[in-house]
């Protein structure tokens, strides 16, 4: 093909005749653009080859058409500034041809590159004062590099075809770019794989089948990304995707945060590289802090200089496609270094996660971040063709996307439930005849928050005001007005206004909140010592009480209008008498189904208040609720009655955080107590078992602890209360060095499980409790 091969401007060409329109070129444009291309990818032996146009305005060059073949012509930026990096803008800035090889990253930090395995050049479009755009170039970086021949030849094309765009311009027709470029193929620009390539996709012998199979790859890896939304979906997609079609031993993602690397989720054999990769300080030499600061690095584990692969190509290899300007060719292809989880003789690839910021179709305010780092390790030696690497370098740019955004979305999540549980009591009123405890399940759609409350406020006399109240919608300002209702509700119980006073005075309160939200509450106040609660509503649920006999009823009450709508009647109350052992079950509509409300029959079907404690109960009740978009709250409390007039045997105290000497006192405490209550033949068990679980509260939780003790009936109930909402978990003697130090923070739970008749951990308010109950011997009575 000679350089003067190039179709007359008047002739139709393949794709006919016409104007552009609807953002696509022309087509006798078109034909000129494709005899362009295709000319030039032939004559140059490049993997690709495009014609950059400038827009009408002048203002930035777009790509018109892009010809090569797969991967190469989906690096290629779609569009730039005249003033940006790229060898496209700058040789038409500069009115020469600018050639650019590897960057260094490390030279301008602004323009930190992936590891696109490709060299570029380009040749501006313009004479006698007509400027059309540029014509660029890409080849391999293990392929020769520009030499005044190729220059030449890239001219010269260029020259042919400004004067076919001026003759098109001359008779009418838009030389403009569309919004895409077209793509089209130019066989025999194929990258070869090398013969001693180990692994091979597509059909062998077939140019461009890897590179095409690789593609169907990096699409799945999309799809599966875009619908991930946990670390364990971007792990499996990138098993599936990335670690299998590779053939590699292991792989491993890790995200970067304070100063080191952190594993996100591994696969394969992957226990060395996790140990290699978990805690690596990102200032180190270590190749995955290289990776993440620098660029990818592949170390082929052949022979010949330590990172290089088979092939002579550097482990650290050439920069993006169309790469920016201000390199340094011989700081990029230095050697990296060898891997550790690529020992001699096994290959290994370590990918930064970050998007593609060479490509400016969609200007940003600042560079995407390096996120974390893919490492993938093979067994035995194994080179990195060009066209491998540069999809391993999207394949990068997608997980570190999908990385980025469900950190955000993780992130997000947890600030919402975290301020929807600082609005929650901090720990639930302590009262001596009435045991209470209370579960919030938070709306299940991430990102989502509630307004669903719950609160115990105890009276100077005996009365227990027990509230339950949920704020429509699922919004942060949901969640700001519960925390308003709640603080409304509290104050006007510990004035001493009865429970509809109190709904009747939040209500009028509600629309000076500046919000047009509605809630619905339920206010009961309990009289510890006569049994009398008095129930009123404001459009909620009524309670539910179970009785000593197992029958369940609902104690009712005028069901008012919901607080924020104008009442045209005071709200009203209605009072019931508990007998001693009832179990009253407050809850909002989230723990049901939308279309009937189905607690009192699942409350009915649980058995026997002799059958199960409170803490069971309301584990039972909120995971036989049934799915919901909803979150719920759920308050239980039990009228232990005046145990025939006898003193309440209640007792606790309260430990602040990091007074490990609390510990003893809390042994005395124990120790006190029993004593006074005729108990001291469960003193010894007890005693140890509050050394154990205060010791774990303090040094596990980092909070401050109160420790309580009851007696009910038969039982003797101990509760250790902290801030952290992790639940303890026992941990077995192990015969590793690794597994025995995670063990000895979790044997203390058997001890507890081997002297406690029942135990347990549960939420409490902001934090958990764990609580435990033992058999008083010689004593007769319901349990407690």
């Excluded at 179970?546 to 919901?562: E, I, M, Y």
């Excluded at 109350?573 to 939308?594: F, N």
């Excluded at 409300?597 to 609720?625: C, S």
Aim: contains cysteine; glycine residues 12%; charged residues 20%.
């Amino acid at each position: 093909m000679d350089d003067r091969s190039a179709p007359d401007a008047e002739e139709p060409g393949p794709y006919g005749r016409g104007q552009a329109s609807a953002g696509v070129p022309g087509g006798e444009l078109t034909a000129v653009l494709y005899q362009a291309v295709h000319q030039t990818a032939h004559r140059l032996h490049a993997v690709a080859a495009a014609v950059y146009l400038l827009t009408p305005d002048g203002g930035e060059l777009r790509a018109a058409m892009i010809g090569g073949s797969p991967p190469a012509v989906l690096t290629l930026p779609g569009r730039m500034t005249l003033d940006s990096p790229y060898a496209s803008a700058r040789a038409l800035a500069l009115g020469g041809p600018a050639v650019l090889a590897d960057p260094d990253p490390l030279a301008d930090p602004r323009h930190d590159a992936l590891a696109y395995p490709y060299t570029v050049a380009s040749v501006p479009l313009e004479r006698e004062g007509r400027r059309f755009g540029s014509l660029t170039v890409l080849r391999t970086e293990n392929g020769d590099g520009y030499d005044e021949r190729d220059r030449r030849r890239l001219t010269r094309i260029a020259d042919r075809l400004v004067a076919l765009l001026s003759g098109l311009q001359d008779r009418g027709v838009a030389v403009v770019p569309g919004h895409l470029p077209v793509l089209v193929p130019v066989f025999g620009t194929e990258a070869h794989a090398e013969a001693a390539a180990p692994v091979v996709r597509g059909v062998p012998g077939v140019p461009g089948s890897s590179g095409m199979t690789l593609l169907y790859a990096l699409q799945r890896l999309t799809e599966m990304l875009n619908r991930a939304t946990a670390w364990e979906h971007v792990v499996g997609a990138a098993e599936f995707c990335v670690m299998a079609p590779l053939g590699a031993r292991a792989l491993a993602l890790a995200r970067a945060a304070g100063g080191r690397l952190w594993v996100l989720g591994h696969s394969g054999d992957s226990s060395a590289l996790v140990r290699e990769l978990h805690g690596t300080a990102l200032h180190t030499g270590a190749p995955a802090a290289r990776a993440l600061r620098e660029r990818a690095l592949f170390d082929s584990g052949g022979p010949g200089p330590a990172g290089s692969d088979a092939s002579g190509a550097s482990a650290a290899p050439a920069g993006p496609s169309d790469a920016p300007a201000g390199s340094s060719d011989a700081a990029a292809r230095s050697a990296g270094p060898r891997g550790r989880c690529g020992d001699t003789g096994h290959a290994a690839a370590y990918l930064p996660l970050v998007g593609s910021r060479h490509v400016a179709d969609l200007p940003m305010a600042e560079a995407a971040p390096v996120v974390g780092v893919c490492c993938l390790s093979f067994d035995g030696p194994r080179m990195f063709p060009p066209e491998e690497r540069a999809v391993l370098t999207m394949m990068a740019g997608r997980l570190g996307s999908a990385v980025q955004r469900i950190e955000l979305s993780t992130g997000r999540q947890a600030l919402v439930e975290g301020m929807q549980r600082r609005l929650l009591p901090a720990a639930l009123a302590d009262t001596p005849r009435l045991t209470t405890t209370a579960r919030y399940r938070p709306a299940p759609t991430a990102g989502e928050t509630g307004g669903d409350w719950y609160d115990v406020i105890t009276m100077p006399d005996d009365r227990v005001v027990l509230v339950l109240g949920d704020v429509e919608g699922h919004t942060l300002e949901s969640a700001a007005v519960m925390g308003q209702l709640r603080t409304a509700v509290a104050a006007y119980t510990t004035e001493g206004h009865g429970p509809a006073a109190v709904l009747e005075r939040t209500g009028r309160l509600l629309p000076r909140l500046g919000t047009e939200l509605l809630a619905t509450c339920c206010v009961m106040a309990v009289d510890t010592g006569t049994g009398a609660a008095e129930v009123a509503l404001a459009g909620h649920p009524a309670p539910l009480a179970r009785l000593p006999d197992g029958t369940v009823r609902r104690l009712s009450a005028p069901a008012n209008v919901p607080l924020g709508v104008r009442a045209r009647e005071p709200y009203g109350a209605r009072e019931h008498t508990l007998p001693p052992g009832s179990v009253l079950v407050l809850y909002s509509d989230g723990l049901h189904a939308r279309d009937r409300d189905d607690v009192r029959a699942r409350l009915d079907a649980v058995g026997a208040p002799a059958d199960t404690g409170l803490e069971h109960l309301a584990d039972r009740l909120l995971q036989d609720a049934p799915g919901s978009r909803d979150d719920a709250a759920l308050l239980l409390a039990r009228y232990e009655g005046t145990d025939g007039g006898r003193a309440p045997r209640v007792a606790g105290m309260h430990v602040h955080r990091r007074d490990l000497r609390a510990v003893r006192e809390a042994r005395g405490f124990v120790r006190e107590h029993l004593d006074e209550w005729g108990l001291v033949d469960l003193s010894d068990d007890l005693t140890l078992i509050t050394s154990e679980l205060v010791t774990n509260a303090l040094v596990h939780a980092g909070s401050d602890v109160d420790v309580r003790l009851r007696v009910t009936g038969d039982r003797l109930r101990l509760e250790v209360r902290d801030a952290d909402a992790d639940p303890p978990v026992p941990a077995a003697y192990s015969l590793t060095e690794e597994g025995s130090a995670r063990a000895e923070h979790g044997r203390g739970l058997y001890l507890v499980d081997a002297l406690a008749h029942t135990w347990n951990t549960s939420p409490s308010g902001r934090g958990k409790t764990v609580w435990l109950e033992m058999d008083i011997p010689g004593a007769d009575g319901g349990t407690g």
